[in-house]
């Protein structure tokens, strides 16, 4: 996976669809609402075309998606790729036998599931959400990922917050942004 920045068109028209909420779920935080993104039909498709160039021509068994804003993204990219999907949970929400591993975020800690048969050794996987903050969740999901013996060939998504460093927990694995906000 290359990661590479989208044109200035295309970043000008998703900056317009991210709505900046302050103190939100907490004082202090900036929440990035990409809720206008969603509603968005030409944007929606925008963003899932953008999320897929890094990825043309790579080879991918999987596109997983993070638990919930990584669904909405990591299904249809999962879709146009033609490949499956893996949904990675909070705890206690996937039915079968899982795997788990703690992490911490911006404003707490929580831990995230996979089923044990999500992928199978070898096989090639894409990390998916809407955010990487300070990166907890998407490396627990690299960990949960590696713990199944998959190969993280990157990860992808829409808004990273760079002043948060989240890429430093993501040491040596591509990561694609489509925006990045200080």
């Known amino acids: 996976m290359q990661p590479q920045s989208?044109?200035?068109?295309?970043?000008?028209q998703l900056q317009a669809h991210i709505r900046a909420i302050p103190d939100f779920p907490q004082p202090g935080i900036l929440f990035r609402d990409i809720t206008p993104l969603l509603g968005d039909a030409?944007?929606?498709r925008l963003t899932i075309d953008q999320l897929a160039?890094?990825?043309q021509g790579v080879a991918?068994?999987?596109v997983v998606g993070i638990e919930?804003?990584?669904?909405?993204?990591?299904?249809?990219?999962?879709?146009?790729?033609?490949i499956g999907f893996v949904p990675v949970r909070k705890a206690g929400k996937l039915p079968f036998k899982t795997l788990a591993t703690d992490?911490?975020?911006?404003?707490?800690?929580?831990?995230?599931?996979?089923?044990?048969?999500?992928?199978?050794?070898?096989q090639r996987v894409v990390i998916v959400d809407d955010l990487l903050?300070?990166?907890?969740?998407?490396a627990a999901t690299v960990t949960l990922m590696q713990q199944?013996?998959?190969?993280?060939?990157?990860?992808?998504?829409?808004?990273?917050?760079?002043?948060?460093?989240?890429r430093t927990k993501l040491a040596g694995l591509p990561v694609h942004a489509l925006l990045t906000y200080p």
Do not use: C, K, W
């Open 6 to 12: 989208p044109p200035p068109a295309v970043t000008a």
């Open 103 to 122: 992490y911490t975020l911006e404003y707490g800690t929580n831990v995230m599931e996979v089923h044990a048969d999500a992928v199978r050794p070898g």
């Open 42 to 44: 030409a944007t929606l």
């Open 53 to 55: 160039v890094p990825l």
């Open 68 to 82: 919930s804003r990584g669904f909405l993204f990591g299904m249809p990219l999962a879709y146009q790729l033609g």
């Open 148 to 166: 199944l013996g998959a190969d993280v060939v990157g990860l992808a998504f829409v808004i990273e917050l760079a002043a948060l460093a989240g």
């Open 133 to 138: 903050a300070t990166g907890g969740t998407a």
């Open 60 to 62: 991918v068994d999987y």
